[in-house]
Structure formats: structure tokens, C-alpha cells
């Protein structure tokens, strides 16, 4: 087995590392994406589904999943969609500006679970972001798996993001990708309609498949009651929470919910671990 | 001349006819009949009698909706073993909506005067088809409620402002 660089903590990780941007890529509108190097000019080693708390000095600091490919450690990549003060003065950053990255944080994805498994992976706009690092290992690795199928839900045809990418892997013999668009122009030829379809549509084997879904709360139980009904059990599930962070590292409370903490415990969890918070409301 | 024998096959081979009684299946092949459409041909159309319904064999149709003054919008493309068009079951009997050849589709097509009369006059035939219409509709109902969810808690990105 080929490994991935083992990722190494850097000194103090409340000091952010000054980054500079080398490119911005427009996804879609208020989708961006960048790449940064290092400007100290050290590699940065991470696990798919791992994330930065990210500053723009003056402006603020958030948690950012890392959408790069952990083989290419001299490259970090962030996609952020613009949603509110930070996120939208980000959005506002042209190559040569300088931001800080804390990090890597985070439980990644358990790639090992997934070893002689098929594969799916199910997500919808902005959560490719947090897989696509798995995606590209998983293809990396790719004779450790059985059949990979991707699952990708967007609002609209204009909607869709990393669409280089997702050419790419429908290009592949060896990967089944199912593209579905909520609504879409007369004429369209793709799939319309909910990712719950598209998981209907795949041709996996249940019992013999590791999910990993990357969807809104709200989306991500109806992922994996769909899941359910092809015959994957919630014990073969991966999914990601998302809550406010402030540390990144277990200090100060902001992600706690009971005794975990999930800037360090999480993002990643195995569905049956916090089943039971989906049915706490307003949790 | 009509081939029910080959029809009941084929019937028998959609998912929709799982496991269906020989006998219900047979009187169901009596008004049933192969249709073949062509890309960007309709199916059926808003307004007009629904007069039949159909289970897909191969192929991809899309259900369009019109939108006055607008190009229509496809709202939901159903594919090979799918059944659709619930409007035959509900006076006033009209198809609220379009269905369109995405590619060449070949379907079942069910005449639903000829299943209508049928039902009437054999209620267990009515009760046959409600069980397994029903759940189709409501999973089609509850995935149309999470598509609701997910474009309202989704947040819109904002867009970038024109630099200068
Ligand atoms: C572990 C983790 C990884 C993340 N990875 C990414 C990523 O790769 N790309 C990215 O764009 N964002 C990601 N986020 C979300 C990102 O951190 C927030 O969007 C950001 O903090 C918003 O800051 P703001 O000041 O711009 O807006 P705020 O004023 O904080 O929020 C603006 C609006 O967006 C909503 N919002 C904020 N965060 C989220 C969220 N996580 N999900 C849905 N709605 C939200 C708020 O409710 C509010 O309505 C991640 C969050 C976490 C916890
Ligand atoms: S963000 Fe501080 S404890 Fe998790």
C-alpha cells in the first residue's frame, strides 16, 4: 500500500502560518477556490477531511475543510462559498494576499474502513469541497476498492462545482458518477431531481459498501435512511458535522456538544456514533 | 392484432408487476400496449386527458412544467424500471404537467379508460394498483419535501461585487 505523508503539527497551534495565495478559481458565483503556498516554503501535510481555522488578518477567522490532494503537500487548497462578513471579505482576495492557516485539525475520513469495500460517496453543492481530498485518494488507491460511485446533488446546471473534476472521474471506467440538478432548462439531457434518486439509481452492492456523505444536517439523515433502503447500515456510514469553532483544538468549548468535541473528535463520524443527536431538536 | 402473451411478459419484467397475481397481470396486459417516442417528443402534455400511464422500459423522460411567458422547466427525469403520470387515478383526469422523450424511450403504456372500467368493476384490480402506486407517490412527495429543505436552509452564496 502506497501511504499518504503523515501529517506533522506545527509549533504553536494558535499561531497562525502565513499563507499566500497563488491563484483564485471562480467556481461558481461566491464559490471560490485557492491556492496557497506556505511562505516560509514548508510542505503542508493533512488527511482528507481534515481542516484550517483560516484568518484574513483585520477581517476574522474560520474553519475551512481542506479540498486539495494530501499528495501534493506543497499546494493547499481552500474552497469557500461566500455566506457571511468573513467568508464575503475572503471572497474579495486576489492572488499575492497573504492569509494565516491554523491546522491541520480534525478527524479525517477513515479511508482504511473502506479497504475491499465499493465505495459511495454522496454530497450536494459545497460539501465535494470536504470530500474531494478522499475522492482523489480513494482514485490514487484505487485497486484497494471495489466499485466507487459518486453521488453529487446541485441546485442548478450553473450550480455545479469542481465540474473539471467531475468530468474527469466520469471519464474513468472505473468510476460511476451521478450528477443530479434540482431544476434544469428544457433540453438538458442529465439527471433532475433530489440526491436521494441519484443513491437509488447506483449500482452498489448495500451490504458490501462504505458511504461517505458530506450534506447539510438538515439533508444528511434523509442520505442515510436512503442509504438504508440499498442495504448500507448506518454502522458503514461517514458523515461530517459542521459547528462554530474557535480553537481547533479542544480548548475552549465552542464545538462541544456532550462530551465530544468536534473540532478534535469530529468533523468525521460514523453515523451510528451520533444517531442519536438527530433526534434532539434544535441540537 | 394485439400480442397480450408478449405484452404480459414484459409487463411481468417490470419492477411495477414485482411479484403481481397471473391473473391481475393478465387483465392489466389487456390494456396495455408498447410505445416507442423519440428525443424531444411529448408524451403528454398540460391540459390535455390523461388517458394513460406509463412504466418505463428504457430510456429517460422528463417532467417539465410551463412556465407562462418562460421556457419550461424540467423539474424531476425518471429512467429505465420507473413508473409515472398518477393524473388518470384523479378526476378531473388531466395531466398537470409535460413529460418529454429525453433520448428514445420505450414504455409500457397503460389506456386508463380501459383500467378505469376494469377497476370499477373489480375492486380488488382498484386495490391492486392503489398498493403499488402509493408508495411511489409518497416517496416521490417525500423527496420533493427534502428537495423544499435543502433549497431552504442552503445558504446562496453571495456574489462577488464588480471591482471599482
Ligand atoms: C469543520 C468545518 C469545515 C468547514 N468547511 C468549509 C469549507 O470547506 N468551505 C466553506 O465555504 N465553508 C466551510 N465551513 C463553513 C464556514 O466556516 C462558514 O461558512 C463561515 O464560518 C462563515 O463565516 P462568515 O463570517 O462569512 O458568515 P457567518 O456570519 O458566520 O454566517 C453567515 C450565514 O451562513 C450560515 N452558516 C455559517 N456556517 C455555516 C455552515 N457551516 N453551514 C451552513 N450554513 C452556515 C450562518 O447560519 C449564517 O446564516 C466549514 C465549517 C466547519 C465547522
Ligand atoms: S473549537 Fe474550541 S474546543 Fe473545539
Known sequence: M???????????????????ITRVIREIDGVFTWRLAAVDGAPFDFRPGQFNMVTQFGVGEIPVSISGDCRRPETLVHTIRAVGPVTEAMQGLRAGAIVGIRGPFGRPWPIDAAIGSDVIFVTSTIGLAPLRPLILEVLHRRQDFGKVVICYGTRGIHDIMFEEDLHAWRARFDTNVHLTVHSAPSGYRGRVGGVAAAIHAARIDGPATVAFVCRSEALTRQAVNTLGERGVTPDRVWVTLERNMKCGIGLCGHCQFGPSFMCKD?????FDEIEALYSVREF | MVNIVGLEDTLAAHPFAADMDPDVLRTIAGCCSNAIYHPGDYLFREGEPADAFFLIRHGQVALEIHVPQGAPIVVETLEDGEIFGWSWMLAPYTWSNDARANDQVRVLKLDATCLRRKMEADRALGYELYRRFLPVMAQRLASSRMRIVELATEPRPIRARPKG
Do not use: E, K, L, Q
Request: glycine residues 4%.
Open chain 1, 2 to 20: 502506497d501511504a499518504m505523508p503523515a501529517p506533522v503539527r506545527h509549533a504553536d497551534p494558535m499561531v497562525p502560518r502565513p499563507f499566500r
Open chain 1, 266 to 270: 469530529g468533523p468525521v463520524y460514523r
